[in-house]
């Protein structure tokens, strides 16, 4: 596979494709890694996974460097991608002597459940963040005792091939974690197809989605999906409009915009639309779009040729709105824009167009904000800027999404659950409970009487 310089659109390097061979000898090999690792202490599996994430550590900057080349983030987000593994491998660890069972009452006897690994965990990354969600999946399903095969995305697998390299370096047990660079439609569907993987943890669109999770039904596979988003930012006339103007530009630029979570629907309330609009113009029209690699820039390029073009095919060249500026010749460049003017239901409206573009709506009302953010067929995130504590919690409970934040955009915490409702996904990561989605509960019955 040849692997792409998005700024440069220049030849970075060819990796091999993983065969359906090759995962089928990944699988058995991870079968017998995964057995002795669950049966070693909780306590020294917490000991690998401290040294693994030390090791992370100590190539920050490498990885960070990596992702700027393979796949066009800025330095400073690279570097955030790279200690975020290094901060899951460490928060895992700590889950890994506390995976708790209960005891039940119950009468005649004691009853107490415990958690055992599923086994052998298929991971499948995507290329927007390939390093941070590669490891959401990865650092808990090895701290509850699994092996993992993670499948990088075509375009960005250097980052997971580094640091299954570093996983070795720090003494992981052979075999337990593996990197397999494929085709989707080769080694992505001989791991979702393998009856000796238990379960999938999927990262992409939600088409993909839906044909894994068919194919996993006729093996009752788990899964676990993050699939699309179209999320809302909401601002209501009573909100301290300078704060939410100013964090909504990177709220949907963000990594190009190729970010599931990006709020990408801003929904203003009527009687303030126009000045937020005024507010926003520079701020839009002065982010910096160019090189990542240089410390400066804000924005850097689309991840291919074909994602640019699926962006585009969303604005015309007349469309009202606002425009920045993007770097002319080689690489995936696309200027940061705002549609303004459409209607609710057109496509840029409530289409997933994962690129560096975003629709402003007006509403007139709490219930027509509440009826706008629900009418897409996604929920994973949003945002609600408001003082009023009552109306963020009544739009919070309203929203069909699986992460707001008031008066924020944060979406992304390991310490708390991530998914989506509908379209958006199923099942949660991160998070306290990160560790029992890779585990079966297993109930014990012991009876006391004579």
Known sequence: ??????????????????????????VARATEAQRAWAATAPAARAHHLHRFAATVDAHIEELARLEVAEAGHTLGNARWEAGNVRDLLTYSAGG?????GRQIPTPGGLDVT????????????????????????????????????LKPAETTPLTALRLAELALESGLPEHLFQVLPGEGAV??????EHPGVAKIVFTGSTRVGKQIMATCADQVKRVT????????NIVFADADLEAAVAATPMSFLDNSGQDCCARTRILVERSVHDRFLELLAPLIEGVVVGDPSDEKTQMGPLISQVQVDRVRAYVPDDAPGIRGKAPDGPGFWFPPTVLTGLAPDAPAAVEEIFGPVAVVLPFDDEADAIRLANATEYGLSGSIWTRDVGRALRVSQAVRAGNLSVNSHSSVRYWTPFGGYRQSGLGRELGPDALTAFTETKNIFISTEA
């Open 1 to 26: 596979m040849r692997i792409l310089n998005p700024a440069t659109g220049q030849t970075l390097t060819t990796v091999p494709a993983s065969t359906e061979a090759d995962v089928h000898t990944a």
């Open 96 to 100: 890994a002597e506390r995976l708790n």
């Open 114 to 149: 415990i958690h055992e690994p599923l086994g052998v965990i298929g991971v499948i990354a995507p290329w927007n963040f390939p390093m941070p969600i590669a490891a959401w999946a990865t650092a808990p399903a090895l701290a509850a005792g699994n092996a993992v095969l």
């Open 187 to 192: 080694a992505g569907n001989a791991l979702v």
């Open 225 to 232: 999906l993050e699939l699309g988003g179209k999320s809302p």
